[in-house]
Every structure is written in structure tokens, then in C-alpha cells.
């Protein structure tokens, strides 16, 4: 309610620390040295700021500014003076977050903090949610309508589509998780595409003109956004209405685990059409889904493929995405295992299938 970044974690830091009990006498020369102390730490901070600012690389700061901190630890037994040092490394850090930071939109709520940035000549806008990246768009009129990031057509996503375009399958699209609204590039007019979101906040970002067109500006489709709990809203669909659901929610390091459970993926089976597909958006930095969703395939006999693509930047603005695509049945995937980035994914049957009541967040952590 009061702050739009997360700033009561270092105030409360900073509290825990100013309220260390002291072990030595108060003087007069004590209680001088207890300003003077953390007024240097600062000096040094903007020194070091200037420095690296100056060599045109201020992010550096940041490193020199973590390895300042541990030594202020030496201080505890003087509680102000170790608090108002770290008060000055904090005020340091922050104004080097400030001289690098593009952000032309902060909001927060209780889902987290989103951040719209766009690069130094103002020619691409970013959306984070805390420090994930959600997806990306040119401003540039002549790019504004293509696709970037892990939604490259020339990336798993678009293989998807062309698989979905090739099936008898009905012409409706679901959507799990909005972002920018980029997968919105792929609608066709004889389709009718929903996107489920569950932060208001997104959904007012990617409809804002200023920040983000592509479900405005770039879809030759109409476009229906339902607010709320995926699994929840879901249920209200009709039964074997879609022929495409994508879920793109698994990007965060708190991934949604209600969404990728046997319960969840039971829901997801009741409200696909026949011969429709599901693909998952699974590209982590620091969890490696495959195996779960092998397992959850397994355990409702679906074939299920991965998707990874490995070299980004190839084409400007691709990255690097893992993507699953599971079915009923191999044919209802035509040739998508027949890519170069395909690999058919099976279960060991040495892991339990994640329900609503188990899930195994340490077994699937990337360890490299």
C-alpha cells in the first residue's frame, strides 16, 4: 500500500540490525566515531560510483558495494554504526540501481512488482516481474507486430502454430498467463483466442498503448482477457472447446505449481477438442520442468515432446525457450517431433506425479 518496490525488506534489515544489543560503554568519542564511520563507508560508495561511472560501466559499483558490506559486520557490537553503514551502502546501491535503471513504469500489488524498461534509445520496451523477464516489444512501427523473445516465429512457438494450423481440430485458442500479449501476433480471423490472467496489473500494462500493443494493435483476431486463477476460470469453459491451450505461467522462480499438477492437467484434457494439443512454456533459469512434465504425460498416456531451442540471438530478438507439447496422440502433433529442436519425452517411472498434494521442487532445481 505504501511502496511501489519491495522496500520494507531492507528497512526491516536495517531495524533488526539497529536493534543488536551493544556489549560496549557509550562515550562521547564513541557516539562521534558512530557517524563519522558510516559517513566514509558513503564517500567510498560515491567514489567507487563515480569511478565506475566514469569508465561508463556504473552496474560495477554494485560488485564493489557487495564486498564493502560483509566487512561492515565487524561493527554489530555497535548498532548504530553498523546500521547508518548499511543505510550508506543501501543509498549508494540505490543511486547506481537509478543511474542504470530505464524503467518508464513501476506498479505493485500483491501479486509482486512490475517494471516496463526500455533500452537507452527508447526502441524496445520490457516487461519484469521482479527480476523475470515477461517478454519484450520493438516500438518501432515497422517491428512493433513481431514477436520477440521466447515467441520468435522462427522458435518452438511458431512450430506449434504451424501444427495447430495443419490439424481438423476446432479454430479456438486458450492461453494461460497474458505477459505482453505477444502470442496475440499469431492469431488468425477465424479463430477465437482467451487469455487467462491472474494480476489486473499485467492486464492494464499490456492493453496501455504506451507500454505495450499487441494485443491492441496486432492480433487479426478478437482478443478475450479473463481475470482471475486459471484453474478456476477454466472450469467455466465449455467442455472440448479448444484445440490449442498454451500455458505460459513457468518463467518466474515461483512458478505456479497448482497449474502443473495431474489434477490441473485432468482439467486441461476435459476442455480440449479432439485432435487439439497442449504446449507448455517451461524455459527456467533455475528449474528443469521436463521430467515433470514427462511424468504428468505419462500418468494420462499422452504423447508429450520437448521443444528446446538453444541459440538465441540468431535472429534479433529471439531467445533461448524450452517449450512441451503434449497430445492424446502422436499423429494429433503431425511432424513437430521431426524438428531440429525436438526430442521425444518419456517417464522413468522413478518420480511421483505431482498432484494438488505432492510436488518435488528440490528434484527439478538446476543445479549447473
Request: charged share 15%.
Amino acid at each position: 500500500m505504501v511502496f511501489r518496490s519491495v522496500a520494507e525488506y531492507p528497512l526491516v534489515v536495517l531495524l533488526a540490525c539497529l536493534l543488536l544489543p551493544s556489549k560496549r560503554r557509550q562515550t562521547r568519542q564513541t557516539r562521534v566515531v558512530d557517524w563519522i564511520v558510516p559517513a566514509g563507508v558513503l564517500l567510498l560508495g560515491l567514489a567507487i560510483t563515480l569511478i565506475c561511472y566514469s569508465f561508463g560501466q556504473p552496474w560495477k559499483a554494485q560488485m564493489f558495494l557487495a564486498l564493502i558490506t560483509p566487512a561492515t559486520f565487524v561493527m554489530r557490537r555497535r548498532p548504530l554504526r553498523f546500521a547508518v553503514s548499511l543505510v550508506a551502502i543501501l543509498f549508494v546501491s540505490t543511486l547506481v540501481t537509478a543511474i542504470s535503471d530505464n524503467t518508464i513504469r513501476r506498479q505493485r500489488n500483491f501479486f509482486g512488482v512490475l517494471r516496463v524498461t526500455n533500452d537507452p534509445q527508447g526502441r524496445i520496451h520490457w516487461l519484469f516481474h521482479g527480476s523475470t523477464s515477461h517478454g519484450r516489444q520493438s516500438t518501432q512501427p515497422q517491428d512493433k507486430c513481431e514477436a520477440l523473445s521466447y515467441f520468435h516465429h522462427t522458435g518452438p512457438l511458431g512450430e506449434v502454430f504451424s501444427t495447430f494450423r495443419s490439424s481438423p481440430t476446432t479454430r479456438k485458442v486458450g492461453i494461460i498467463g497474458l505477459g505482453t500479449g505477444a502470442t496475440a501476433v499469431y492469431a488468425q480471423p477465424n479463430e477465437q483466442w482467451t487469455f487467462y490472467e491472474i494480476n489486473p496489473a499485467v492486464v492494464d500494462i499490456a492493453r496501455h498503448p504506451d507500454y505495450f500493443t499487441y494485443i491492441t494493435q496486432c492480433s487479426s483476431a478478437p482478443i478475450d482477457v479473463i481475470l482471475g486463477d486459471a484453474r478456476l476460470r477454466m472450469q467455466e469453459a465449455s467442455d472440448s472447446s479448444y484445440g490449442l491451450i498454451i500455458l505460459d505461467a513457468f518463467s518466474s522462480d515461483a512458478i505456479p505449481l497448482h497449474l502443473i499438477t495431474r489434477e490441473a492437467l485432468d482439467l486441461y484434457l476435459s476442455k480440449l477438442a479432439p485432435h487439439g494439443i497442449m504446449a507448455f512454456h517451461i524455459s527456467n533459469r533455475h528449474l528443469d520442468l521436463s521430467p515433470v512434465m514427462a511424468d504428468l504425460a505419462a500418468s494420462r498416456a499422452l504423447y508429450c515432446v520437448g521443444l528446446y531451442d538453444p541459440t538465441p540471438h540468431v535472429l534479433r530478438g529471439k531467445d533461448t525457450s524450452v517449450w512441451v507439447v503434449m497430445a492424446r496422440q502422436s499423429s494429433d502433433t503431425g511432424s513437430l517431433a521431426s524438428t531440429s529442436f525436438a526430442r521425444v519425452l518419456t517417464s522413468d517411472g522413478s518420480r511421483n506425479v505431482w498432484t494438488d498434494d505432492f510436488s518435488n521442487i528440490v528434484s527439478v532445481l538446476n543445479w549447473r
